[in-house]
């Protein structure tokens, strides 16, 4: 009686599981009002995108894992060696002292450690931790030969297109707009690539917007996904082309930033950065890319709940562009007022390097 009475209640939960399945798929959540999902069945299988295209992320996710292992250890350590990056020698910590020492190094013991040397076993343990310029160089090495991969693989499909000059033809003649197979794979390599750098997020090197990366990820590959299965395709091809163009300056003036004697090519190349990164995330995002979604769109069909949902997510990477703005912002003050910490500054908090360097401008910004 007990084991028939258990069978019903796994059935009727499986059942109502199932039942409730197609509630995620309802067409008022993810399309307009008067489009359904039979419109996109008049499009070839390979021109619709279908949600479960989507699993084809997380082997590529793997794949830039398992590519990136190679490119770090065998590409990137003879790149840098070229670009003059030498990993300072560290000296070890002696080994560890009496747990009570540790704990509370500041009570009297019967040690014969003072204090100081405690103090000093701590910091020399801590720089054991730390990345070496070598492993710094070679994850800024991997992030540009991407960035500059995907936006010349990306440009090179977009320029040709009309939503690439012509936003309204963004949502015109929805959902009926074919795929592709390189907008296919435009959209399932940056969805791996992401997708990789959330999984190497928790052993990669810690930075201080650890946190704004982590919701930068999710809330890219969230969109991405979202767009995606709702073909969203051409304005999401535009808002993956504006964001990777200003990244490659960025990962480019870090590589610089690790090697010696490269001081003024790097100042150069974050400028660079500055104003591009400046342009496209403060005025041609806000100004094309979510006047495009929240404006241009309501041209063609009134507001839905994919609508919100695929805009609020939009709203997130913009208020992480205000932030890092205004951390570039501030450091250009800084240095326009002469307030920028030396190279040995900004590095000793991070390094804790013992020897003044020549002075570097915009070395806090490249450590984020």
């Given at each position: 009686?007990?084991?028939k009475?258990?069978?019903?209640?796994?059935?009727?939960?499986t059942?109502?599981?199932m039942?409730?399945?197609?509630?995620?798929?309802?067409?008022?959540?993810?399309l307009?009002?008067?489009?359904t999902?039979?419109?996109m069945?008049?499009l070839?299988d390979?021109?619709?995108?279908?949600?479960?295209?989507?699993?084809?992320?997380?082997?590529?996710?793997?794949g830039?894992?398992?590519?990136?292992?190679?490119?770090e250890?065998?590409?990137a350590?003879?790149?840098?060696?070229?670009?003059?990056?030498?990993?300072?020698?560290t000296?070890g910590a002696?080994p560890?002292p009496k747990?009570g020492?540790?704990?509370?190094?500041?009570?009297?013991?019967?040690?014969t450690?003072?204090?100081?040397q405690?103090?000093?076993?701590?910091?020399?343990?801590r720089?054991?931790?730390?990345?070496?310029?070598?492993?710094?160089?070679?994850?800024?090495?991997?992030?540009?030969?991407?960035?500059?991969?995907?936006?010349?693989?990306g440009?090179?499909?977009l320029?040709d297109r009309?939503?690439?000059?012509?936003?309204?033809?963004?949502w015109?003649?929805?959902?009926?707009?074919?795929?592709?197979?390189?907008?296919?794979?435009y959209?399932?390599?940056?969805?791996?690539f992401y997708?990789s750098?959330?999984l190497?997020i928790?052993?990669?090197?810690k930075?201080?917007d650890?946190?704004?990366?982590?919701?930068?990820?999710l809330?890219?590959?969230?969109?991405?996904?979202?767009?995606y299965?709702?073909?969203?395709i051409?304005?999401?091809?535009l808002?993956?082309?504006?964001?990777?163009s200003?990244d490659?300056?960025?990962?480019?003036?870090?590589?610089?930033?690790?090697?010696?004697?490269?001081?003024?090519?790097?100042?150069?190349?974050?400028?660079a950065f500055?104003l591009?990164?400046?342009?496209?995330r403060?005025?041609?995002?806000?100004?094309?890319?979510l006047?495009?979604t929240?404006?241009l769109?309501?041209?063609?069909f009134r507001?839905?709940?994919?609508?919100?949902?695929?805009n609020?997510?939009?709203?997130?990477?913009?208020?992480?562009?205000i932030?890092?703005?205004?951390?570039?912002?501030?450091?250009?003050?800084?240095?326009?007022?002469?307030?920028?910490?030396?190279?040995?500054?900004?590095?000793?908090?991070?390094?804790?390097?013992?020897?003044?360097?020549?002075?570097?401008?915009?070395?806090?910004?490249?450590?984020?």
């Amino acid at each position: 009686m007990y084991i028939k009475l258990t069978v019903f209640i796994i059935t009727n939960s499986t059942y109502s599981k199932m039942q409730l399945l197609p509630d995620v798929w309802r067409e008022d959540y993810w399309l307009p009002s008067g489009v359904t999902w039979s419109d996109m069945e008049r499009l070839s299988d390979s021109e619709r995108p279908r949600p479960r295209d989507l699993f084809t992320a997380p082997p590529l996710a793997l794949g830039f894992v398992a590519l990136r292992y190679v490119f770090e250890r065998f590409v990137a350590p003879p790149m840098g060696r070229c670009l003059g990056v030498n990993d300072r020698v560290t000296v070890g910590a002696p080994p560890l002292p009496k747990a009570g020492v540790l704990l509370h190094p500041e009570e009297p013991t019967s040690s014969t450690k003072t204090q100081r040397q405690i103090q000093t076993w701590f910091r020399l343990r801590r720089n054991q931790d730390r990345p070496s310029q070598t492993t710094k160089f070679g994850e800024a090495a991997w992030r540009f030969f991407f960035y500059l991969s995907a936006f010349v693989g990306g440009l090179s499909c977009l320029i040709d297109r009309r939503w690439f000059w012509d936003h309204r033809e963004c949502w015109r003649e929805y959902p009926v707009q074919p795929m592709d197979s390189a907008l296919y794979w435009y959209y399932m390599l940056e969805l791996g690539f992401y997708g990789s750098l959330l999984l190497r997020i928790s052993v990669d090197i810690k930075r201080k917007d650890f946190k704004e990366q982590v919701i930068h990820h999710l809330a890219t590959i969230f969109l991405l996904s979202f767009s995606y299965c709702a073909n969203y395709i051409r304005i999401g091809t535009l808002v993956m082309l504006l964001h990777d163009s200003s990244d490659i300056l960025l990962e480019s003036a870090k590589m610089f930033n690790y090697g010696s004697a490269w001081k003024r090519t790097r100042d150069l190349l974050f400028v660079a950065f500055a104003l591009v990164f400046l342009l496209t995330r403060l005025v041609i995002f806000p100004n094309n890319i979510l006047h495009t979604t929240l404006v241009l769109s309501m041209e063609v069909f009134r507001p839905f709940p994919g609508y919100y949902f695929f805009n609020v997510l939009l709203m997130v990477l913009q208020a992480l562009h205000i932030f890092w703005a205004a951390l570039i912002i501030r450091m250009i003050y800084k240095f326009l007022k002469g307030k920028v910490r030396t190279s040995h500054d900004a590095k000793h908090s991070l390094e804790s390097t013992k020897t003044k360097k020549t002075k570097s401008v915009f070395s806090p910004v490249l450590m984020l």
